[in-house]
């Protein structure tokens, strides 16, 4: 609901400050009086485009801000935007001179989008250009659905399970696709490396080998002259160690405390031996020509060639070949998920048709009802050779696949203004005066409002008579009942049925021009009336406050 509105050098508004009844207020003044101004700068709010021609001579900026009380839907939005909101929400938006524009929510800075997005939760303006919500199939929809009480909690959880089964089974129909595709080739990698039978580490043991088969005959002629001076030759380390240990057990036999040294010199021995027979066997495996080598550098290569193709790393090709175990096995429970699968998406679908053909019947016999109470409320609101249809269009033999987000079905609203036309949809056919008492006589019809909403009405009353004005006033504050209305008007009968009356005057001096916006209770409302009346007479006052009711006679 909108609480405030204040307007600063906007255009030739210096200054304006207007407080809103909650629920009907009239916007009145002369014809050129600046009446449209408001309804520019509530656009303003809604997110219509502001370049520099709207500041006005007072300043560097023009400013638009207002106050509303902010409803559920609205907090939850700025929630999402992390702004803060406990009970009013103030929209400011700034204008410079230099074209650029600045939006604030509540203190915080934020973009048009962000604006446009919270204000659609906030106003609906029905003026001469601007229908946005009576024009959208989606709140024709809407409009239907909440005339005729029906929920779509239960079909929404439905549809949403159902696609989320359906992307699953999506999912496994491609897993499928792409394994089978592979599958062939994940046999000839498979065998590939079978073939070849790496091992963890292999090629690390094979290349220090290879490593030491190059030196075969360096180590070759190494080691046969270490076992030589060990052991082969005349005068070897051996038989040196055996003539200094039979002199040491001399020694020992004269002084018995050098017998330990007999032991030492007994295992040093046995040391040297050992190192010689060991010598003597690594001779002996030593090949005896190149044909390992061969072997190891043959092996090195195949490796290297599965490393090129599955690696980059021995490990990498391991790893592969275990995947592709995993994928092959993976193949037959494939299928017995997709059928699973199947199973469950053809119950939910079962499921979820039936209430969409639920919910369509519903709509069907709530659009005949809808349009002849629309219908109805535009006979008294001068539409009375008018037709207004509501149009179902749903496919004669339904499946699941029609279903979409809000069910099978397509919501229209047709309208002709002159019999003998044909019917067509709204944006196609109806002017700015007619939306804005098709949209009146709709919300009369639908008995509420959203808790929060303010309907803005520009010159509802275009090419009215007197008694039909009346009858749409009437309407306008039925419906203030349950949603805020502010409507502009030429016409005293709706005037003098509004909860608060807000005036615009023009006013020119010598040098400039104003518009004033300015509130008017009493003896003011009754001049105000009686000038729309068409003078200030004592009988334009009197009949003033007849319009007006007891409240203000004797004003």
């Known amino acids: 609901m909108l609480k405030e509105l204040i307007i600063e050098n906007f255009v030739l508004i210096d200054r304006a400050e207007v407080f809103f009844a909650p629920e009907f207020t009239v916007v009145t003044g002369d014809t050129g009086a600046g009446k449209s101004l408001l309804i520019k700068a509530l656009s303003m709010l809604m997110g219509a485009r502001g370049d520099s021609r709207v500041v006005g001579k007072s300043g560097r900026m023009a400013t638009i801000q207002a106050v509303f009380d902010a409803g559920d839907s609205v907090r939850e939005i700025l929630d999402e935007q992390g702004i803060e909101c406990e009970g009013e929400?103030?929209?400011?938006?700034?204008?410079?001179?230099?074209?650029?524009?600045?939006?604030?929510?509540?203190?915080?800075?934020?973009?048009?989008?962000?604006?446009?997005?919270i204000s659609s939760e906030l106003l609906s303006l029905a003026g001469q250009h601007e229908f946005q919500r009576l024009l959208s199939v989606d709140i024709h929809r809407r409009w239907l659905d909440e005339f005729a009480g029906i929920e779509t909690e239960n079909f929404s959880l439905l549809l949403k399970e159902f696609r989320r089964l359906k992307e699953e089974l999506n999912?496994?129909?491609?897993?499928?696709?792409?394994?089978?595709?592979?599958?062939?080739?994940?046999?000839?990698?498979?065998?590939?490396?079978?073939?070849?039978?790496?091992?963890?580490?292999?090629?690390?043991?094979?290349?220090?080998?290879?490593?030491?088969?190059?030196?075969?005959?360096?180590?070759?002629?190494?080691?046969q002259e270490l076992f030589q001076r060990l052991y082969g030759e005349r005068g070897n380390v051996l038989e040196g160690l055996s003539s200094c240990s039979r002199l040491i057990e001399r020694l020992s036999s004269i002084d018995p405390g050098l017998q330990r040294l007999c032991s030492q010199m007994d295992s040093i021995i046995v040391e040297a031996d050992?190192?010689?027979?060991?010598?003597?066997?690594?001779?002996?495996?030593?090949?005896?020509?190149?044909?390992?080598?061969?072997?190891?550098?043959?092996?090195?290569?195949?490796?290297?060639?599965?490393?090129?193709?599955?690696?980059?790393?021995?490990?990498?090709?391991?790893?592969?070949?275990?995947?592709?175990?995993?994928?092959?096995?993976?193949?037959?429970?494939?299928?017995?998920?997709?059928?699973?699968?199947?199973?469950?998406?053809?119950?939910?679908?079962?499921?979820?048709?039936?209430?969409?053909?639920?919910?369509?019947?519903?709509?069907?016999?709530?659009?005949?009802?809808?349009?002849?109470?629309?219908?109805?409320?535009?006979?008294?609101?001068?539409?009375?050779?008018?037709?207004?249809?509501?149009?179902?269009?749903?496919p004669s033999e339904p499946s699941v696949e029609d279903i979409g987000a809000t069910?099978?079905?397509?919501?229209?609203?047709?309208?002709?203004?002159?019999?003998?036309?044909?019917?067509?949809?709204?944006?196609?056919?109806?002017?700015?005066?007619?939306?804005?008492?098709?949209?009146?006589?709709?919300?009369?019809?639908?008995?509420?409002?959203?808790?929060?909403?303010?309907?803005i009405f520009d010159e509802i009353d275009s090419g009215l008579g007197g008694e039909v004005a009346e009858k749409v006033g009437r309407k306008l504050r039925a419906i203030s009942d349950t949603c805020q209305v502010i409507a502009i008007s030429h016409f005293p009968q709706i005037a003098a049925l509004a909860h608060s009356h807000v005036v615009v005057k023009k006013e020119q001096g010598q040098s400039d021009t104003v518009t004033r916006v300015f509130q008017v209770e009493g003896k003011e409302r009754v001049e105000e009336i009686a000038r729309m009346l068409g003078g200030e007479s004592g009988k334009a006052r009197e009949y003033a406050k007849e319009l007006l009711g007891p409240v203000f006679r004797g004003a």
Not at 95 to 108: A, H, L, P, T, Y
Not at 280 to 298: A, H, K, W
Not at 315 to 326: A, H, M, Q
Not at 332 to 358: H, M
């Open 407 to 455: 069910g099978l079905d397509k919501v229209s609203f047709l309208f002709c203004a002159n019999p003998g036309q044909e019917l067509k949809p709204l944006t196609e056919v109806a002017s700015g005066g007619e939306l804005s008492r098709i949209l009146l006589a709709i919300k009369v019809v639908m008995g509420k409002g959203r808790g929060s909403e303010t309907l």
């Open 171 to 223: 999912a496994l129909f491609e897993k499928q696709a792409r394994l089978k595709a592979r599958r062939e080739e994940f046999l000839d990698d498979a065998r590939i490396i079978d073939e070849i039978d790496p091992e963890p580490e292999e090629e690390d043991r094979l290349m220090e080998e290879r490593r030491l088969l190059r030196q075969t005959e360096k180590v070759r002629g190494l080691a």
């Open 89 to 117: 929400l103030v929209l400011r938006r700034v204008i410079s001179r230099d074209g650029k524009n600045r939006v604030f929510i509540n203190g915080v800075i934020t973009t048009l989008s962000d604006l446009r997005h």
């Open 274 to 394: 050992d190192v010689a027979s060991s010598i003597r066997d690594y001779l002996y495996n030593l090949p005896m020509d190149d044909s390992r080598l061969r072997q190891v550098e043959e092996r090195l290569f195949e490796l290297k060639r599965l490393r090129k193709r599955f690696g980059p790393s021995l490990e990498d090709v391991l790893e592969y070949r275990g995947r592709i175990k995993e994928e092959l096995a993976g193949m037959d429970s494939l299928e017995e998920k997709i059928e699973e699968k199947k199973g469950l998406l053809k119950e939910k679908g079962r499921a979820l048709l039936k209430e969409a053909k639920g919910i369509s019947k519903r709509r069907r016999e709530a659009a005949r009802l809808f349009q002849e109470a629309v219908q109805h409320q535009l006979r008294d609101l001068n539409l009375k050779r008018a037709r207004f249809q509501v149009e179902v269009t749903s």
